[in-house]
Every structure is written in C-alpha cells, then in structure tokens.
C-alpha cells in the first residue's frame, strides 16, 4: 500500500469552541503514545476522510505536525455524529516501531461456495475481525477468508485455517469458527417457527384467564373457639 499521510497543525482551540473549527472544516484531534506528551491538533476534514477510507484503523499513517517530522500512528479512537453525520474527533496513537502492539484486523470474505451456490445453504459469519499481536511494520490492511473451499455443510473455516503473514500472532482462539454454511430450513421447519410465537402468546393469555378465575380462599371460624373465648368473657 502507497504511503499515507496527514498533515496537521497545533491546536489551541479547545472543548466547545471545536465547533468553530468544525464549520472550517476542521475535525479537532489529539495525539499521544511512546516518549510524547499528548497534544491536540487540527486536522483537514476532508483530508482525514480520504486517508480513514483506505487506513482503517489497522494502517500505518505518517502523520506531520506543524511541517516537523512525521511520525508513525494509528488510529486509536474515532468519534462519529449521528446527528451532524460526520467525524467530530480523532485519537492518534503514535507507535514504537520496535515494540509490538495489538490491533484488530478485518474479514474480507472472497469467492463462492457450491454449498450456497449449489445446495441452497445458509451463510454464517461468526467472526468478522480477528485480533493480532506484531510489531508496527508487520501491520496488514485486512485478511482475505476465502468461502470456495467450503463444499459441504459439515465444512467450516476455523481462525487456525486463516493465511496470516509471518511475524503477526493472531490472539483469538485457533479453533474459533470464522465461517460455515448451515442447511436450509424445510418447510415444516419455518412452518414451526412462525408457529411457535402465537402458540407461546395463546399459553400466556390462557394463564392470565385461569389466574383470574381462582377464587381467594376465605378463612374458617372456628366457632368452638369463639364460644369458649366468649365463657371466658362471662367469669
């Protein structure tokens, strides 16, 4: 992959005042990590937004401040808007190139698999990142999970089956399903599913009509007691 970088410059606008970079376009942003203090800088939205697009948070970024030396990072933290529809804030994590780090890698599922194309078979993904654990130069973009070689629905595709790079250790389970194709439901199968919540709902309702029925036990007097309570009044 090309090389990617960011410029950016110091920032001394803070907290609610960020808005007034937002509307210059601007996504405040601050960066930290090995042998650094943190400190915020401001950043080209649209500039940031290009580079996440083909970055991700598992890509190497050399980030320059002030025109100063770049430095490796990532991607740490990323703070999105619903309401705005857009990126409000970024954490760079400026890396050590000789002390590994753990970062999360994505799926890309590739090809087809007769059991789909063939038998009609249902997908499931089970996984669709995997951690690992390497030194900064030996990050990868994302795994490539190739689906073709499922034939069958007995075959599935483990983390131990995935091709991973030399130097990266993955930290997920060896024998944690990635991906497997389950058999198609029969009609009578989706018949007893659709079945099965108004039967549950009909139960309830039943319930409810019989708990409404009972009667409330009422207590007995016991009319012995009464009458000698009473002779006792008498004396």
């Not at 942003?29 to 649209?46: D, T």
């Not at 997920?172 to 039967?199: G, I, M, N, Y």
Request: charged share 35%; hydrophobic share 35%; aromatic share 6%.
């Amino acid at each position: 992959m090309e090389s990617l970088i960011i410029k950016a410059k110091s920032r001394s606008i803070f907290g609610k005042k960020n808005k007034y970079l937002r509307r210059q376009n601007k996504i405040p942003a601050v960066i930290y990590g090995h042998g650094r203090k943190s400190q915020p800088i401001e950043i080209n939205y649209l500039l940031f937004q290009k580079i996440y697009e083909k970055a991700g948070a598992s890509t190497l970024i050399d980030l320059q401040i002030d025109d100063k030396e770049p430095v490796k990072v990532l991607i740490q933290d990323l703070q999105f808007s619903p309401l705005e529809d857009r990126y409000i804030h970024v954490d760079f994590y400026q890396v050590k190139m000789t002390e590994k780090i753990t970062a999360e890698i994505p799926l890309k599922f590739i090809g087809e698999t007769p059991a789909i194309k063939e038998l009609g078979g249902i997908p499931v993904k089970n996984l669709d990142k995997i951690k690992i654990e390497c030194l900064p130069d030996k990050l990868i973009h994302e795994v490539e999970v190739d689906i073709s070689q499922i034939k069958t629905f007995e075959e599935s595709i483990h983390v131990q089956d995935l091709n991973i790079p030399e130097g990266i250790t993955v930290m997920d389970k060896p024998d944690e399903a990635v991906f497997l194709v389950e058999a198609p439901r029969s009609e009578e199968e989706l018949k007893s599913l659709e079945e099965t919540p108004a039967a549950a709902e009909e139960a309830k309702v039943e319930g409810a009509e019989a708990a409404e029925g009972e009667e409330v036990p009422t207590e007995e007097t016991d009319d012995t007691s009464q009458e000698s309570s009473q002779k006792e009044q008498e004396k």
